[in-house]
């Protein structure tokens, strides 16, 4: 299959694209294309054949359910079965925004893979002006995870997802990078208080001064059984080709442990603050300013995809708090690592 990338932006004439892009999707086939948070993979949320093959292209279990991206909050009860007070309120202060709300789905409306089988569904209308103009064109929701092959580091640019599915899709959206970097808050409206299942943008802190009070699991329970499940999160996330482990924000530790992995023969990436630059290693990416966790999430998969261009045995990224979006930063490094923290 040919791959065509077409980039929309104010000095071309973006609305070819736009038409291509309904054309394939309304022809039940897939097209990527940028939101705020990462690069998705979209298809008519209402044709079962259309939406598996966004399982086929990134290899994904067919077990996990997708998020539905709308163009209008005015759709959302075309697609859920009762909206709740707090739903609303979330809406009104969040939406467009990376916020996706888990509710009840109507029966009989959408494709059976997208919610594989539960009787919940995540919604969410994205903040971006792409994204926005093709679901408003379309007209019709659009299942959209992640524009990666399955256990690869999300997408924040073009280039990233022709990495990945070139070959695959037929169709993508070259918006530019994304702004957010990380995947949206999944949070599940039917419970009370409503739970996040997924940390993102959308803290929790943010969440409650809106609504209320929120629960946030930690890493233990959301391991447990009786935990909801987040659409995009029963599997392993975020990994690069090398290993990686997560080790403290500490200059002394850092090179410590860059030069017992060095003695070892590995080749060792940093993903690390710019202060860190001065530690010699082998391959080194910033993550942004020390305590900047927003320079962080946008930059943390487009330096974890960089490791893949290198030869690289092993990877070293230095942590940051939970707080705020640090929650979102940690729950997709911990995945990247597997729970592994450098300890020799």
């Known amino acids: 299959m040919e791959t065509v990338c077409k980039i929309v932006d104010s000095n071309v004439n973006s609305q070819i694209t736009y038409a291509q892009a309904v054309d394939i999707l309304n022809a039940g086939e897939v097209v990527a294309f940028p939101t705020e948070t990462v690069y998705g993979l979209g298809a008519v949320a209402t044709n079962d054949e259309a939406v598996k093959k966004i399982f086929k292209a990134k290899g994904r279990p067919s077990d996990n359910p997708l998020i ?51 009787k919940t569904v995540g919604i969410r209308m994205p903040d971006h002006p792409v994204a926005l103009a093709l679901l408003q064109q379309i007209q019709k929701p659009l299942a959209a995870p992640s524009a990666n092959r399955s256990g690869k580091p999300s997408p924040t640019e073009a280039i990233h997802v022709k990495d990945d599915l070139e070959g695959y899709i037929p169709y993508i959206v070259d918006g530019g990078p994304t702004g957010i970097g990380f995947e949206s808050t999944v949070l599940d409206v039917t419970h009370e208080p409503p739970v996040i299942l997924r940390p993102g943008g959308i803290t929790k802190e943010m969440l409650e001064s809106v609504i209320g009070p929120v629960i946030q699991p930690s890493k233990i329970e959301q391991t447990m059984e009786e935990t909801p499940k987040a659409p995009g999160m029963k599997y392993t996330h975020y990994a690069p080709n090398a290993p990686v482990y997560l080790i403290d924000c500490d200059d002394q530790k850092v090179q ?89």
Not at 276 to 305: N, V, W
């Open 68 to 118: 539905v991206h709308i163009g209008t909050k005015e759709e959302v009860h075309l697609y859920i079965e009762y909206i709740s007070e707090l739903a609303k309120k979330c809406m009104d202060v969040f939406w467009p925004g990376p916020l996706t709300l888990v509710m009840p789905v109507k029966p009989n409306v959408l494709a059976e893979s997208v919610t594989a089988g539960l």
């Open 256 to 344: 410590q442990a860059i030069q017992q992995l060095q003695a070892q023969q590995h080749k060792v990436a940093l993903l690390a603050p710019a202060s860190f630059e001065h530690i010699p290693t082998d391959f080194y990416f910033s993550i942004g300013q020390t305590g900047s966790k927003e320079e962080m999430g946008a930059s943390l998969y487009h330096a974890l995809r960089a490791c893949d261009k290198t030869d690289a045995t092993i990877i070293l990224v230095t942590a940051t708090s939970t707080e705020g979006v640090g929650a979102a930063i940690m729950n997709r490094l911990e995945k990247a690592a597997g729970g592994k923290w450098y300890t020799r």
